[in-house]
């Protein structure tokens, strides 16, 4: 008994202080939250895109602005609305509760990025301003990092010119992004798309040229059918068009005009990309294609149009056919809207088209 006693107090010495770090231990390392108010300092956080609660947990955990993830998981799984937290830069406090942290990131007042749209059918030199204007960047400077190929990341298949291949799309940019990062973006989200879309990189510039196109002639009601006319008319080489596009939007991209209707003095004045004089596609796209525009190029529906023309610019009512004859009926339908619509007319075709 003497022995066992010994034996059982040698054990307690050894064993009573483990315990009491391990209660110690287990105190220390109780999920805790900051208390309400955050009282710390303004902090930025950026949000990638398509990150999970989790992620955002551990990126808050980093700067400090809540206590642990684990915190943050717990109040995102709660708030009924936190699966509309947005991808961004965010100014933030230190030390906020997680409950506060989600609600803050809700919250459109605490982002601290710059929202920038870029519409389809946008030229490169829109693009340019749009970004020199949102993010406060000399105009210049802009356009120096759009004529930097490899630093924007333009593929080879543009040879050069990045026109067309900037996404519309809307964009959130960190403060202090550069005009190179932006536009390298841009192009990276063209990339992805085309890549999506399983189109083949060699017919990466096609697809865009001829969407671009659609993008600029027609409201998307109609993009399947000029895609059809397109592909008429460029196969139409011993036809009435002789594989002539004869498209207003390409003669007007080559006078540097952004919309409108061109002249006859205009529609015969010879520049790259009037498709009533050259045959074929011109050199580039002539704006920024929307993905139904390029989904429109890749399956046009069956048909045998040849002409088209738009007979109510309210409206957008275009018409298609594949006789001439017809054609020329529906250019009078056009004439007689005109006569009706004088006051009120800005753009439209010719009657040429």
Same mark, same amino acid.
């Given at each position: 008994?003497?022995?066992?006693?010994?034996?059982?107090?040698?054990?307690?010495?050894?064993?009573?202080?483990?315990?009491?770090? #391990?209660?110690?231990?287990?105190?220390?390392?109780?999920?805790?939250? *900051?208390?309400?108010? !955050?009282?710390?300092?303004?902090?930025?956080?950026?949000?990638?895109?398509?990150?999970?609660? !989790?992620?955002?947990?551990?990126?808050?955990?980093?700067?400090?602005?809540? &206590?642990?993830?684990?915190?943050?998981?717990?109040?995102?799984?709660?708030?009924?609305?936190?699966?509309?937290?947005?991808?961004?830069?965010?100014?933030?406090?230190?030390?906020?509760?997680?409950?506060?942290?989600?609600?803050?990131?809700?919250?459109?007042?605490?982002?601290?990025?710059? %929202?920038?749209?870029?519409?389809? @059918?946008? &030229?490169?030199?829109?693009?340019?301003?749009?970004?020199?204007?949102?993010?406060?960047? /000399?105009?210049?400077?802009? =356009?120096?990092?759009?004529?930097?190929?490899?630093?924007? @990341?333009?593929?080879?298949?543009?040879?050069?010119? +990045?026109?067309?291949?900037?996404?519309?799309?809307?964009?959130?940019?960190?403060? !202090?992004?550069? %005009?190179?990062?932006? #536009? =390298? $973006?841009?192009?990276?989200?063209?990339?992805?798309?085309?890549?999506?879309?399983?189109?083949?990189?060699? $017919?990466?510039?096609?697809?865009?040229?001829?969407?671009?196109?659609?993008?600029?002639?027609? /409201?998307?009601?109609?993009? @399947?059918?000029?895609?059809?006319?397109?592909?008429?008319?460029? %196969?139409?080489?011993?036809?009435?068009?002789?594989g002539r596009l004869q498209m207003d939007s390409t003669v007007l991209y080559g006078l540097g005009k952004r919309g409108g209707v061109?002249?006859?003095?205009?529609?015969? =004045?010879?520049?790259?990309?009037?498709? *009533?004089? &050259?045959? !074929?596609?011109?050199?580039?796209?002539?704006?920024?294609?929307?993905?139904?525009?390029?989904?429109?190029?890749?399956?046009? +529906?069956?048909?045998?149009?040849?002409?088209?023309?738009?007979?109510?610019?309210?409206? @957008?009512?275009?018409?298609?056919?594949?006789?001439?004859?017809? &054609?020329?009926?529906?250019? $009078?339908?056009?004439?007689?809207?005109?006569?009706?619509?004088?006051d009120q007319e800005t753009s439209g075709p010719t009657d040429d088209e």
């Amino acid at each position: 008994m003497i022995v066992s006693v010994a034996v059982l107090a040698v054990a307690a010495w050894f064993v009573t202080p483990i315990v009491r770090d #391990l209660l110690r231990s287990s105190t220390t390392t109780t999920i805790t939250d *900051y208390e309400p108010g !955050g009282t710390g300092e303004d902090v930025t956080v950026t949000i990638p895109e398509g990150a999970t609660g !989790g992620q955002m947990g551990q990126i808050l955990k980093d700067a400090d602005v809540i &206590h642990t993830p684990a915190t943050f998981a717990t109040a995102f799984a709660e708030n009924e609305r936190s699966s509309r937290i947005q991808p961004g830069t965010y100014k933030l406090r230190t030390k906020m509760s997680a409950a506060e942290a989600v609600n803050a990131l809700l919250d459109p007042v605490n982002r601290a990025d710059a %929202a920038l749209t870029i519409p389809e @059918g946008f &030229h490169a030199d829109q693009v340019y301003e749009r970004v020199a204007k949102q993010l406060d960047i /000399p105009l210049d400077e802009v =356009k120096a990092a759009g004529a930097d190929s490899e630093a924007i @990341g333009l593929p080879g298949e543009a040879k050069g010119n +990045p026109e067309g291949w900037f996404a519309a799309q809307t964009y959130s940019f960190a403060p !202090g992004t550069s %005009a190179t990062e932006a #536009l =390298k $973006q841009m192009v990276a989200r063209t990339v992805t798309m085309l890549e999506g879309l399983k189109i083949p990189k060699d $017919q990466w510039q096609e697809a865009l040229t001829k969407a671009s196109i659609v993008e600029r002639e027609v /409201p998307p009601s109609y993009y @399947g059918e000029v895609a059809r006319v397109i592909e008429n008319r460029l %196969a139409d080489t011993g036809g009435p068009t002789l594989g002539r596009l004869q498209m207003d939007s390409t003669v007007l991209y080559g006078l540097g005009k952004r919309g409108g209707v061109p002249t006859r003095d205009e529609v015969r =004045k010879d520049t790259p990309y009037n498709t *009533y004089i &050259h045959a !074929g596609l011109p050199p580039t796209p002539i704006g920024a294609p929307s993905k139904a525009a390029i989904e429109a190029v890749l399956n046009p +529906p069956t048909g045998d149009w040849i002409y088209f023309v738009t007979v109510d610019l309210n409206s @957008g009512e275009t018409l298609f056919t594949g006789d001439y004859e017809e &054609h020329k009926r529906n250019i $009078q339908k056009l004439r007689d809207w005109r006569d009706a619509n004088r006051d009120q007319e800005t753009s439209g075709p010719t009657d040429d088209e």
